[in-house]
């Protein structure tokens, strides 16, 4: 019997480079991406995948129930992995409303399903930021037993719909794992993010917005590394179990940005500082040893990575244009009936 991997998010960032992944390296599994398509959502990215016959597209509404469970009952599916949410940390301090909504009442609506209809594991892509923020201590890191701080609106969501999937497992036994990643980069990153957002203004010899003194740290971790993880986690995780993913990358904001302008050859003037993010969270910084022992090691350093990804940048304009002008293709004619 073929295997059915529920997708959720995957016409999104890290989603959407999953669902590429899943599809092109496992012929055998059926890959079904359920997206909302919201802002953040688009399907032009998966041009080279949308005519394979292991792939297909349902555009639904995680926190629509009825739609949810009726689709649940009819696959029965063998594994979801769960990226859909709302991800901008700065959009959850001006409407938290539609982060509660998708990230907390969205996951308790897939557990919901998963629990009626039986699964072989839910795998839950939650984020370094639940754990709140480190001090400038360069020998402190997140661990997997670090205490769930959350300090913005994202990640208060992120942590809630963690211990609903937490709580599935404790109460009904759902076979679960939860993975808690750093920052990602690399293709197909939406530009209102520090990174393509800096690369796509540069490129355009616009001024880059730096909150505050941009001396807060970020650890960060190419996407496709981040695949991998979530790929040995799915098939090789411990069930019950929560595994941080991160390369030990860390950097300051203004590296970052100095190092996307240097590689480009432009001008620092370009940099540009503005009134600091609301409870901007100082460090995060992964201790991934828990996941390395499971047999995960990233390929790529902060140096190939961000290389790689501007290169992505320079090939790809096109793409990222449309999505800035919100102008792509929403919807995808191949569309999945329920
Ligand atoms: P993204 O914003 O690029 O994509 C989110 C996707 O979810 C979009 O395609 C959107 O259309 C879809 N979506 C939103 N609401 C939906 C709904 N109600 N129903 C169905 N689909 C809906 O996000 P991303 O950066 O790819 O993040 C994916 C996941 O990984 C998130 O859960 C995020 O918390 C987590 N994460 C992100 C990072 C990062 O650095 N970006 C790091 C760690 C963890
Ligand atoms: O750590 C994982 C998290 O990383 C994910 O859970 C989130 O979904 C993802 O958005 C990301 O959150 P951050 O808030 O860390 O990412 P962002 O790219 O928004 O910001 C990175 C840092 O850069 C942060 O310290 C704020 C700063 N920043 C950001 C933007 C957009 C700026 O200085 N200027 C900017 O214009």
Redesign the pocket.
């Known amino acids: 019997m073929r295997k059915k991997i529920l997708i959720t998010g995957g016409a999104g960032f890290i989603g959407g480079n999953f669902v590429q992944y899943m599809v092109n390296k496992y012929l055998e599994y059926d890959i079904y991406n359920l997206d909302l398509l919201t802002y953040a959502g688009d399907l032009t990215k998966h041009k080279e995948i949308e005519d394979k016959k292991n792939y297909f597209f349902i555009r639904a509404d995680i926190a629509d129930r009825e739609t949810i469970l009726a689709l649940f009952e009819k696959e029965k599916f063998d594994y979801v992995v769960h990226f859909a949410a709302e991800?901008?940390?700065?959009r959850s301090i001006t409407d938290p409303g539609v982060f509660v909504r998708t990230n907390v009442l969205g996951t308790q609506v897939l557990l919901d399903a998963a629990k009626l209809t039986g699964i072989t594991k839910f795998i839950h892509v939650s984020?370094?930021?639940v754990y709140g923020e480190l001090d400038f201590d360069p020998t402190t890191f997140f661990t997997e037993e670090t205490p769930l701080q959350p300090n913005s609106p994202y990640s208060a969501s992120k942590a809630s719909s963690d211990l609903l999937v937490r709580a599935y497992h404790e109460t009904y036994g759902l076979p679960v794992n939860i993975t808690r990643?750093?920052?990602n980069y690399g293709p197909y990153h939406f530009p209102?993010?520090?990174i393509p957002?800096t690369i796509s203004r540069v490129l355009n010899e616009q001024k880059v917005?730096?909150?505050g003194d941009?001396k807060?740290i970020?650890d960060w971790l190419h996407v496709f590394d981040h695949c991998a993880a979530i790929d040995l986690v799915m098939h090789e995780g411990v069930i019950g179990e929560v595994y941080n993913v991160g390369g030990h990358n860390e950097r300051t904001?203004l590296e970052v940005v100095k190092t996307i302008i240097n590689v480009l050859g432009k001008s620092e003037e370009l940099i540009e500082f503005v009134a600091d993010?609301l409870g901007?969270d100082k460090r995060?910084a992964i201790d991934p040893t828990k996941l390395e022992k499971l047999g995960w090691k990233p390929k790529y350093t902060f140096e190939t990575g961000i290389a790689q990804t501007i290169q992505w940048y320079l090939d790809n304009k096109e793409w990222w244009e449309q999505v800035i002008s919100g102008k792509y293709q929403k919807y995808f004619e191949k569309q999945y009936s329920i």
Do not use: A, F, M
């Open positions: 991800s901008h940390v700065d984020t370094d930021e990643c750093s920052n209102e993010k520090l957002l917005p730096i909150y941009g807060n970020r904001n993010r901007h995060y």
